[in-house]
């Protein structure tokens, strides 16, 4: 599946883009999105802000001239960070639903040859992390405690979001090898970024309750997180 989608350079050094604006077929999402509601608490995380699963896949090239991507899900569901504080912990998650849902493969897929436009490989690896922040009037919602970092991949995409509800904040930030703010700016629906993680860093604020689009006493942010890992 092609339908005419568009690959841009990104070595600007990040890229935003859209589901939509790259014609991407977002109506793939729609049930991948519902499996939202039923995301585990996240076990390390003790004040019960954030909801998660976790998968792991193998991704080669097999025609470089026409690039097509095989996308393998491993089974894998112990996360490791090469970073140097806390998150450098193996860490056990659920497996998401469907691993093999076909936005999630699709994207993958599109994700893979963004990057192989910009830097060749024959074969990555990535970790693909599904998310709800949920705050509360009195609990804010932190999804970067560790404050500015990298996350020990070749190149990252933070958050592609899929819902924002009663809340605000939730900024995304971009920094330089120096942790100089490159960019701010707020995810929408479908918006993401995508960047080399081993010369930038990032860090996304917290998003706290705000009762915008109904009358509960929560709100979320969805999100779905890669970690890029450049194999040969």
Known sequence: MNNG????????????LNLENINFPYHLSYKFRNSYNNLPLDPYVHNKTRYR???NYDIKLVNKYNPLFIVKHNGK?????NVNDNRNKQREFKLLENPCDPFLIEYLRYI???????????RINIDVHQVRQITYPEINSHNSP??????????VVPALVFNRYNIRGGVSFV??????????DILEKYDFTIFNDKELYHYVSPIQYYESDGFEDFGFRDILGLDIHIIE
Do not use: C, V
């Not at 893979?112 to 060749?120: A, D, E, I, R």
């Not at 560790?146 to 190149?155: K, L």
């Not at 920094?175 to 701010?184: Q, R, S």
């Open 146 to 155: 560790e404050g500015i970092h990298q996350d020990g991949a070749d190149f």
């Open 112 to 122: 893979s040859k963004l990057l192989y436009f910009n830097k060749p490989f024959d």
């Open 175 to 184: 920094y330089d090898e120096f942790k100089n703010e490159l960019n701010k």
């Open 77 to 81: 569901n112990i996360f490791t960070q």
């Open 53 to 55: 699963r976790y998968a």
């Open 5 to 16: 989608m568009i690959y841009p350079q990104f070595f600007k050094p990040y890229l935003k």
